[in-house]
């Protein structure tokens, strides 16, 4: 196995199974410390820097915090147009990473143009972790989710995913990538104008993703042991920011979790969502014992503990 040490966490396109397993362990043996809500000094001499294109919340938080939890400090920023990059200069990714890689140890960085965090890793002689680059990947996302199937399920082989949404969507593409490692079904449901474009089906045939393809929830609800949700109300992702329209559609039937659809569900059947919601996943899921998402956010910065101790080198 390739050591984390050092090592960029750009794409799931080329993590071996070995490699999800491996984080997997690392972070059952870092689960404790934010479980009892304690700080180590595990990364007491590192720094974090977060540069964040795009809005977040769950993403940029949760590696902040794991960096906490490590003992590890943290700077950076949350938005561009306060940073050089944003206003008149328009600085570029090369320089800014440039300057970066002084003030810390590792960078996170999530961009609205797909392929930016790969590019700033060309530049830096720190890890740069892709906190989602526009349509492209989210990687910290995908490993957060697998690693809450392995918690919540017992592991991910034999599970069947049905993902709903926006399949142009960055996690859906980790996602595909990251199944090919198990012996895992993807259930893909999108309305026709978000379905999956033909070359990332062409890559999930090439990595060996058994997937199928279905119209409506009603098609697959029995046979999912995960239900994997995204909106498919959806900001532009290759924009910096876009504010809410009033004018913005409601989600068809067709696409939305309710506890009338969670009937017919498996009873060990669990609900993923990365966040945040609009009417495809209904609050009054949130009391049905099939809800896993608050749990997910948890194994966020248990996850990102996981991700920053290896790559620090701190744990092998």
């Known amino acids: 196995m390739r050591s984390f040490a050092g090592r960029d966490i750009l794409s799931l396109k080329d993590f071996e199974r070995?490699?999800?397993?491996?984080?997997?362990?690392?972070?059952?043996?870092?689960?404790?410390?934010?479980?009892?809500?304690?700080?180590?000094?595990?990364?007491?001499?590192?720094?974090?820097?977060?540069?964040?294109?795009?809005?977040?919340?769950?993403?940029?938080?949760?590696?902040?915090a794991a960096m906490h939890r490590l003992g590890g400090a943290v700077t950076g920023f949350s938005d561009a147009k306060m940073t050089r990059a944003g206003d008149f200069y328009q600085e570029s990714i090369k320089d800014t990473v440039h300057m970066l890689e002084y003030y810390g140890d590792v960078i996170?960085?999530?961009?609205?143009?797909?392929?930016?965090p790969h590019e700033a890793a060309r530049w830096s002689s720190i890890p740069i972790i892709n906190g989602g680059d526009g349509w492209g990947e989210h990687p910290t996302q995908v490993l957060t989710d697998l690693y809450?199937?392995?918690?919540e399920m017992g592991g991910v082989d034999g599970k069947s995913f049905l993902a709903i949404g926006d399949h142009?969507?960055?996690?859906?593409?980790?996602?595909g990538y990251a199944l090919s490692q198990f012996d895992a079904e993807m259930i893909i449901l999108a309305p026709e104008e978000m379905s999956p474009l033909p070359e990332f089906l062409a890559e999930l045939d090439e990595k060996g993703t058994t997937y199928r393809i279905v119209e409506h929830v009603d098609e697959a609800i029995a046979d999912a042991d995960v239900i994997y949700m995204e909106p498919v109300v959806q900001p532009d992702y290759t924009q910096s920011r876009q504010e809410k329209q009033d004018d913005y559609g409601l989600t068809p039937a067709a696409f939305q979790i309710t506890k009338?659809?969670?009937?017919?569900a498996k009873g060990d059947a669990i609900?993923?969502?990365?966040?945040?919601?609009?009417?495809?996943?209904?609050?009054?899921v949130d009391q049905l014992k099939h809800a896993r998402y608050w749990q997910e956010a948890y194994n966020g910065v248990v996850m990102r503990m996981a991700l920053l101790a290896s790559v620090l080198g701190a744990m092998e």
């Open 271 to 284: 609900i993923l969502h990365s966040l945040p919601r609009m009417d495809e996943l209904l609050e009054e």
């Open 108 to 116: 996170v960085m999530r961009h609205f143009q797909q392929g930016a």
């Open 148 to 151: 809450t199937v392995h918690s």
């Open 260 to 264: 009338d659809v969670m009937s017919r």
């Open 18 to 64: 070995n490699e999800f397993v491996h984080l997997f362990e690392i972070a059952d043996r870092l689960e404790p410390i934010a479980r009892e809500r304690r700080n180590t000094d595990l990364l007491r001499h590192k720094t974090l820097v977060t540069a964040f294109y795009q809005p977040s919340t769950r993403t940029r938080l949760a590696h902040e």
């Open 168 to 175: 142009r969507m960055r996690t859906m593409h980790s996602l």
